[in-house]
């Protein structure tokens, strides 16, 4: 039995602007530091065989955070980025209106499709499971990869909310599909850090 914990990355200032991140490559920011090290110290009290991550430098240094604190090297994979965006990256929901009108959505701006994601997601999620059979995984990445990726390999989930940064997700391989044991926990925060 395989068991996987996902994590969101911490905060960055695009998070706290709504900008739409996307591959985009920002940072951490001052709250993001303190989250990963919350996070470092909660993950600390429990023992971890392997450590995936995105590459996108929010997801990254969450994680370096994370290694340091736990003692593991980071395998990164860059089917755990975020979805990408395309010219969406980077723009407030006022800057989307202001560019290209109130029905934006309705356009083609190079996003990636989801279904793409999910499944690349669940393909990743899978192998690396099937690499560390019967291991305590840590997969650190981005919200909408981390919801589309669950509404594929669980398909009665069917979760819409978004996830807290650093919040601690675990989802159990056993038999033939995979089942959540544990969502969106944001506990090691103490108090919402907004």
Avoid at 2 to 14: A, F, K, M
Avoid at 38 to 67: F, G, I, P
Avoid at 85 to 97: H, S, Y
């Amino acid at each position: 039995m395989s068991l996987v914990t996902l994590v969101r990355h911490g905060v960055t200032s695009w998070n706290l602007e709504r900008r739409t991140q996307g591959h985009a490559n920002n940072p951490l920011d001052p709250i993001g530091i303190a989250q990963a090290k919350a996070l470092a110290e909660r993950l600390s009290k429990e023992e971890w065989d392997v450590l995936y991550a995105s590459d996108l430098m929010r997801a990254r240094q969450t994680a370096e955070t994370v290694a340091e604190t736990i003692g593991l090297d980071i395998i990164f994979d860059q089917r755990l980025r975020e979805i990408g965006r395309g010219k969406l990256e980077g723009t407030t929901e006022e800057e989307r209106i202001r560019i290209w009108g109130n029905n934006w959505r309705e356009l083609d701006l190079n996003e990636e499709h989801p279904e793409f994601v999910a499944a690349r997601g669940a393909g990743c999620i899978e192998e690396i499971s099937n690499i560390h059979p019967n291991k305590k995984i840590l997969v650190i990445s981005h919200g909408e990869l981390m919801r589309l990726t669950l509404n594929k390999i669980i398909p009665d989930f069917n979760k819409q909310d978004g996830f807290g940064n650093t919040s601690v997700t675990q989802i159990r391989k056993a038999g033939g599909g995979w089942e959540c044991v544990l969502y969106n926990c944001t506990d090691h925060l103490g108090k919402p850090v907004e």
